[in-house]
């Protein structure tokens, strides 16, 4: 194992590939990572990295994000089978029908497909779609796919938030976690606080000490004083945390698992470098217009 990590080392350097992985990779696939991080923060350090060649290790909306972000370069990935239900439960004809029918402007989640972005008003991160959606200048806005995070943004915002797809939003990694697991390690962890990503239910939600995305998880053990963590999102998050934060204690949700993400294997990694593909394309006109929501992101962000 430790040969084939250094191997797979050696080789990206070879070839002058920059290794990024997102925080739900396992933990050997974290330990070759030259990057870790959410889908955006990913797709940032894409833009300011020197070398031209990327490795991405996530699902395929992300690397897509990434491609569109970083269009002069190469992004390989070593399955197209690692892809996402839940970006994939949102179609491009959902969009235009609901802006059609409530009138309203359209905030996507950047877990979705560049098919889709290309139709909606303004991208978000779970980590800010409070924000974006307290400053458009709209009481209804429509939100797609999670219909979890639209209910939390709802809650926050006190705007009226209209999921679409609707029931059949959600990420079954997060959705599924059931309340008994969380409250059986409260009893085991009493002192330990519930950390949340806003893609768990609202009953999950409703227990928690703080809901927040991955990149928020990172910073909250700075403000608190605790030292042991329940961390209520896919399970492999908590090796990163422990990485940070080698002092405390994170307990995993163990039924938390994206089947997705763990189709990277460090087997399929070392071919994908070796044969340097799979190679990701977006389409020029899809991109151009896939971009225009991810920028207004920005620029509200900025406001
Ligand atoms: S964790 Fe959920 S949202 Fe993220 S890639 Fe897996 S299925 Fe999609």
Redesign the pocket.
């Known amino acids: 194992m430790v040969d084939l990590k250094e191997k797979i080392k050696r080789i990206a350097k070879e070839k002058g590939y920059v290794i990024l992985a997102h925080n739900?990779q396992n933990k050997d696939i974290q330990d070759i990572a030259d990057y870790l991080g959410d889908s955006l923060q990913l797709a940032k350090i894409a833009t300011k990295i020197e070398s031209d060649k990327i490795l991405f290790l996530?699902?395929d909306?992300?690397a897509e994000a990434i491609k569109i972000l970083n269009s002069n370069k190469k992004v390989i990935v070593p399955i197209k089978a690692a892809t996402?239900?839940?970006?994939n439960s949102l179609e491009p004809e959902m969009i235009i029908e609901a802006k059609e029918k409530y009138k309203a402007p359209f905030v996507i989640y950047v877990?979705s497909t560049a098919s889709s972005k290309m139709y909606a008003d303004y991208a978000c991160t779970s980590a800010n779609a409070v924000e974006i959606v307290k400053k458009i200048k709209s009481e209804i806005v429509l939100f797609g796919p999670?219909k979890n995070l639209a209910e939390f943004v709802a809650e926050k915002t006190g705007k009226k938030v209209i999921p679409i797809p609707g029931d059949t939003g959600y990420?079954?990694?997060?959705n599924y976690i059931r309340k008994e697991e969380v409250l059986s390690l409260k009893e085991k962890y009493p002192n330990a606080k519930v950390i949340s990503h806003p893609?768990v239910s609202s009953e999950i939600q409703a227990i928690s000490d703080y809901v927040g995305s991955t990149s928020q998880m990172e910073k909250f053990p700075n403000i608190d004083e605790g030292l042991e963590y329940i961390i209520v999102t896919?399970k492999d998050m908590v090796e990163k945390l422990k990485k940070i934060y080698p002092d405390r204690t994170f307990i995993p949700i163990s039924s938390a698992v994206?089947n997705?993400?763990k189709k990277n294997t460090l087997k399929n990694i070392l071919s994908a470098l070796e044969n340097e593909q799979f190679e990701v394309l977006v389409d020029e006109e899809i991109a151009k217009k896939a971009i225009v929501p991810i920028e207004n992101m920005f620029k509200l962000m900025e406001e």
């Open positions: 739900y996530g699902v909306f992300m996402c239900p839940m970006a877990n999670d990420c079954y990694v997060h893609e896919e994206c997705n993400m």
